[in-house]
T-cell receptor, first 119, second 111 residues
């Protein structure tokens, strides 16, 4: 089954304790992204990657790191988590657009989410 | 600045009562506009991608349309199982990895 898998689904941690949320996709997608979702703020992009070893900042990258050493994996790293990083996190992946307009033929698949609480 | 605004914020319908959700966008060249459905506590589920003004796509009771400034998600004769939050997102030309989401419209369909 084509899917994006995130782990863990739920995580409670303490301020300052480094953590990693894993994301893996089995669709051979070039593009991968991380988002956080907060009430009243919607989905905001943290980081994205267009291919192996190519990453770029989204709208809210502060306090996060990512790496893309393999095409299928895109872990999200919080080196020193703080309470304001308590949120629902989603990973997503997509194939590269194949052209312009309808020829592009692409769309993003999201994981089931990781609910992180930092106390 | 690229921006996406969805309206209304919340919508309550009776079963069978058709309506439309709006997504207005400002982007420097549109690569694609996406519609998603999200159930509480779950990841967004892909519905449609629209690429150019005039394009339309349908799936069961849902139909998405696109103009140069906005997109509509038309829901025909909705059922209670259509209750969810519907999200719109845009990807600009050149920013091939960046996706900007609207706040979403929460739809409740009562039997």
């Amino acid at each position: 089954e084509a899917q994006v898998t995130q782990n863990p689904r739920y995580l409670i941690t303490v301020t300052g304790k480094k953590l990693t949320v894993t994301c893996s996709q089995n669709m051979n997608h070039e593009y991968m992204s991380w988002y956080r979702q907060d009430p009243g703020l919607g989905l905001r992009q943290i980081y994205y990657s267009m291919n192996v070893e190519v990453t770029d900042k989204g709208d809210v990258p502060e306090g996060y790191k990512v790496s893309r050493k393999e095409k299928r994996n895109f872990p999200l790293i919080l080196e020193s988590p703080s309470p304001n990083q308590t949120s629902l996190y989603f990973c997503a992946s997509s194939s590269r657009p194949r052209g312009l307009g309808k020829e592009a033929n692409y769309g993003y698949t999201f994981g089931s989410g990781t609910r992180l609480t930092v106390v | 600045e690229d921006q996406v605004t969805q309206s209304p914020e919340a919508l309550r319908l009776q079963e069978g009562e058709s309506s439309s959700l709006n997504c207005s966008y400002t982007v420097s060249g549109l690569r694609g506009l996406f519609w998603y459905r999200q159930d509480p506590g779950k990841g967004p589920e892909f519905l449609f991608t629209l690429y150019s003004a005039g394009e339309e796509k349908e799936k069961e009771r849902l139909k998405a349309t696109l103009t140069k400034k906005e997109s509509f998600l038309h829901i025909t004769a909705p059922k209670p199982e259509d209750s969810a939050t519907y999200l719109c997102a845009v990807q600009a030309d050149g920013n091939t990895g960046k996706l900007i989401f609207g706040q979403g419209t929460t739809l409740q369909v009562k039997p």
